[in-house]
Each structure stands twice: as structure tokens, then as C-alpha cells.
């Protein structure tokens, strides 16, 4: 991580409880989002997720597109956990074999290091069956004070969650 020392992580925000909830792949009030939630294990992030027919690409195929933006909301929930908010700066994708609608993954996160602004992340997608369907690896960026702005305007809300 950062010269050996190990960042304290806060549990409480691995998973949004705000009143906003409309992330994509993780907020549960986003009425077309895939709600995914995670746990934490040990420096890992996990979650589970069971892709439907609404969400192919080819018939019977998960939408690459899909998979790399539940790879990449898992990286992204460990800046969270320090109470970080960071964006996607770099996103690298591997399909490793087809993940075929219906099929119940688990998706695996975790950061590698952290150099000051920038985070360094890595996720898989795996079936029960020990088959790794993708796998990523991931720069992210701490929020600039324009985007922090930016963000507030377009809901006030998320200032609480800011630093000072």
C-alpha cells in the first residue's frame, strides 16, 4: 500500500446509506441499477451479482460493457473505504472466458498501493465453479476540487460526505 503502513478502513462506508443511492451497479434506488452490495473480507471487497437477460450482449452472453462496470465499481468501493472519493483514471479490462446470463458470480476487489492521489486497484469476476471470467486493473484519481463542486451542485447532499 503506502510504505508498508496499512490505511485504517471504515466498514460503515463500503456500501452507499445516503439519501442519493443512484450509483449504477451498487445503488439500490437506482430502479434500473443491478444493486449490487458488498462485503468486506479482510483487504478484499466482494460481492455477488447474478446477471439477467437484460443484460446480454450477444444472446445468452453478458454485455462486456456490464462486466467491465461492475469490475470497476468494485475497485472503486476501497477508496470509499477511507473515506476517499476517487474516479476512474485508467481501466483495463480482460475477458478471460463468455459469463453467460443466469450465471451467479462473485466479484473480487482490493487496492494494490496508493501514491498520493492515485490508487492502484485490481478485480476479478469468478464463478462458483472456480472459472475467472474477467479480470482488471485500475487508476483512480482522488476528486479535484472542481469535480468535489461540481458534484455538490448537482446534489447537495454529498457534502457531508466531503472533507473539510
Do not use: C
Amino acid at each position: 500500500m503506502t510504505d508498508g503502513e496499512e490505511p485504517a478502513l471504515d466498514p460503515q462506508w463500503l456500501n452507499d446509506r445516503s439519501e442519493f443511492q443512484q450509483s449504477f451497479v451498487h445503488g439500490l434506488r437506482n430502479p434500473i441499477g443491478l444493486h449490487i452490495q458488498y462485503e468486506l473480507h479482510g483487504r478484499e471487497v466482494w460481492g455477488e451479482w447474478t446477471p439477467d437477460a437484460q443484460h446480454v450482449g450477444f444472446p445468452g452472453v453478458v454485455h462486456g460493457g456490464l462486466i467491465a462496470a461492475v469490475l470497476d465499481d468494485v475497485m472503486g468501493r476501497y477508496a470509499a473505504l477511507l473515506h476517499v472519493w476517487a474516479v476512474t483514471a485508467r481501466l483495463d479490462v480482460q475477458y478471460r472466458e463468455p459469463l453467460l446470463v443466469g450465471t451467479r458470480v462473485r466479484i473480487v476487489g482490493s487496492t494494490e498501493r496508493i501514491d498520493r492521489r492515485r490508487y492502484h486497484a485490481s478485480a476479478y469476476i469468478e464463478s462458483g465453479e472456480g472459472i475467472r471470467h474477467a479480470k482488471a486493473g485500475g487508476v483512480y484519481l482522488t476528486l479535484s476540487r472542481e469535480l468535489m463542486k461540481s458534484t455538490v451542485s448537482a446534489w447537495p447532499g454529498f457534502a457531508e460526505y466531503l472533507p473539510e
